[in-house]
């Protein structure tokens, strides 16, 4: 799994792409605060056969924090690498993606 941001200069947006292994997998979405925890295919990942993995690019606003979790096969699953962890009502984690760009 892998987060990749790239903030843009020229406006006030990040470029952020989450990479998740194949294995074996037949559907990996992500939801969050930024779509209101509702999958749909704006947030399904990509199939990239030839990094044997799941892609998806999204432009968030920068200076903000969002808090998300994958939904692979219907099952959440928090990003290793994400910025940090916090609880939830659920007695569980989500993960915090921090786009402050100090």
């Known amino acids: 799994m892998g987060i990749k941001k790239s903030f843009l200069k020229t406006k006030p947006l990040c470029n952020i792409e989450f990479s998740v292994p194949d294995n074996?997998?037949?559907?990996?979405?992500?939801?969050?605060?930024?779509?209101?925890?509702?999958?749909?295919?704006?947030?399904?990942?990509?199939?990239?056969?030839?990094?044997?993995?799941?892609?998806?690019?999204?432009?968030?606003?920068q200076n903000a924090t969002y808090q998300y979790r994958y939904l692979i096969d219907g099952d959440f699953v928090n990003e290793p690498e994400a910025d940090s962890l916090i609880s939830n009502s659920f007695g569980t984690q989500n993960c915090v993606l921090d786009l402050n760009n100090n």
């Open 24 to 61: 074996g997998c037949s559907k990996v979405e992500i939801v969050g605060d930024f779509n209101d925890w509702n999958a749909s295919d704006e947030f399904t990942f990509k199939k990239n056969k030839k990094r044997k993995e799941h892609v998806l690019k999204l432009k968030l606003p």
